[in-house]
């Protein structure tokens, strides 16, 4: 398990690329996102929080100073996107999330208060994270480990055998997802609404 994972952080490392100023919306494009959670890291008054959030986006800020959480809170009620973006206070160097569910961390603080490990563990896998440092912002990528498997079709693959090479899926222990539609009788139906990248 340690060598997984610090093959991963080097994997980060040596993958972070380094952009100009950019606005939120930018980093969102450059990020490829296309649905799931994005958590904004040393949120302060909130206003790029709110910025990254569009509809059908789920927008957490994060920040170690409750004055701060409480503006964003009150900036995001001010925009009308409070419930959609929320605010909620986080300790130094850890980050109040499981495991590989965010598919977006934007990371402000040119002195992060995280560390690249801890980054790593709550990204999905091919999440992306940028992170603003004083030249500007690296775009860090976490890849699919080998492990998970990709299903390409509605039963895995075109033979439609329901079979994954998979050895990381197993019983569950805790929700880590859950989106809309969350109630249907059929799978099929409203299967596109349903898929979340969680890894």
Not at 114 to 127: H, Q, T, Y
Request: glycine share 12%.
């Amino acid at each position: 398990m340690k060598l997984i994972k610090s093959t991963c952080v080097l994997f980060l490392l040596m993958s972070g690329l380094c952009f100009a100023e950019q606005s939120a919306q930018e980093i969102v494009d450059a990020s490829g996102f296309e649905g799931g959670l994005i958590v904004h890291v040393g949120c302060g008054d909130g206003a790029i929080t709110a910025e990254l959030y569009k509809e059908g986006r789920l927008v957490l800020g994060l920040d170690a100073n409750l004055e701060n959480v409480a503006r964003a809170r009150a900036h995001f009620l001010e925009k009308g996107v409070i419930g959609h973006v929320v605010a909620d206070r986080m300790l130094p160097g850890t980050l109040p999330l499981l495991d590989g569910t965010v598919n977006l961390a934007v990371v402000s603080s040119s002195r992060p208060e995280v560390g690249s490990e801890e980054i790593l563990r709550v990204l999905a896998p091919e999440g992306v994270a940028f992170v603003r440092g004083q030249r500007g912002w690296r775009k860090i990528e976490k890849p699919r480990p080998a492990e998970i498997d990709s299903w390409t079709h509605f039963l895995h693959g075109p033979d439609n055998n329901p079979v994954a090479a998979d050895t990381v899926v197993g019983r569950p222990f805790h929700m880590l997802w859950n989106g809309e539609p969350r109630w249907q009788r059929s799978h099929p139906r409203g299967q596109q609404q349903a898929i979340r990248r969680h890894g």
